[in-house]
């Protein structure tokens, strides 16, 4: 019986945007190993090494990841021949491809990370660079996801979603430049208005784009999600990527998270991340 509990784990349910209500409300930015299977780090292959680009990712299908346009503008290639590299399964930024197991502090270990090539890299058609705009890139990848409780997608969209992301308390996770751990947070959403008052900025935010106000100033990676839950029967049933951290300002004793709204490009996100594509 225990063995095949641990072969069902390894399997993993793929169901996406898995949650566990238990570890989402509280100030801990630490994640569980197996919490939010769907954050990874991108890396770059420099030929003897792989560099970490201080940017997050996440799994929306099989084969496809997104992260920011911002973050791909160092691979001079798009198709073919891609340095970049994408680290899945991570939870500790100190274990790498080579540990068969990462461990918490609490003794629970899970798999080390796996490495997966990248095929091609897709730049959202209208990313503005003058204003920073749609900054969204999908990244597909060279060969399929083995998916495992410890590594699947988010979801993409909701079955009922609020008319806007204004005023909401949302979850966001990803790694961050001080912890080695993948972490996670809360920000509540505020108007083009406030942000461009937060910030001191002298015009408004780029129109596909908000800003979140952290409980906490910890400087999270561009590719962080920005996420919704999904709620059936009146509980928490997964959650879904509405944004990617574009970036962090500090002003004064506030930070403001600058990120980009997934929504109005999710068609082309949907038609470009298609597995019969």
Request: hydrophobic share 35%; aromatic share 8%; charged share 20%.
């Amino acid at each position: 019986m225990v063995q095949n509990n641990w072969t069902a784990l390894a399997m993993g349910d793929t169901q996406c945007g898995r949650l566990d209500e238990r570890l989402m409300y509280t100030l801990d930015e630490k994640t569980e190993p197996s919490e939010n299977p769907w954050i990874g780090i991108l890396l770059e292959d420099k030929g003897n090494r792989y560099e970490n680009t201080r940017c997050s990712v996440v799994i929306i299908n099989s084969m496809h990841l997104l992260t920011t346009a911002s973050c791909v503008k160092r691979f001079k290639n798009r198709f073919g021949n891609i340095s970049g590299v994408a680290m899945l399964g991570v939870w500790d930024e100190d274990n790498s491809p080579d540990d068969d197991l990462q461990c918490n502090d609490k003794g629970f270990c899970v798999p080390g990370p796996k490495l997966y090539n990248l095929a091609e890299i897709r730049v959202h058609p209208e990313s503005d660079k003058d204003t920073g705009d749609n900054d969204i890139a999908i990244l597909r990848l060279v060969e399929s996801i083995r998916f495992t409780n410890w590594v699947q997608p988010v979801c993409l969209q909701g079955s009922s979603e609020p008319p806007s992301l204004i005023h909401r308390n949302l979850h966001y996770s990803g790694f961050t430049h001080s912890d080695t751990r993948k972490g996670k947070g809360l920000a509540m959403t505020v108007s083009r208005q406030k942000c461009k008052s937060l910030t001191s900025a002298s015009i408004l935010p780029p129109e596909n784009q908000l800003c979140g106000f952290p409980i906490k100033r910890t400087k999270f990676y561009p590719g962080t999600a920005l996420m919704d839950i999904e709620v059936q029967n009146n509980k928490p049933h997964s959650f879904y990527v509405v944004a990617l951290l574009v970036r962090s300002l500090d002003v004064g004793a506030a930070t403001t998270q600058i990120y980009q709204d997934l929504r109005p490009s999710r068609s082309w996100i949907l038609e470009n991340s298609s597995l019969q594509s």
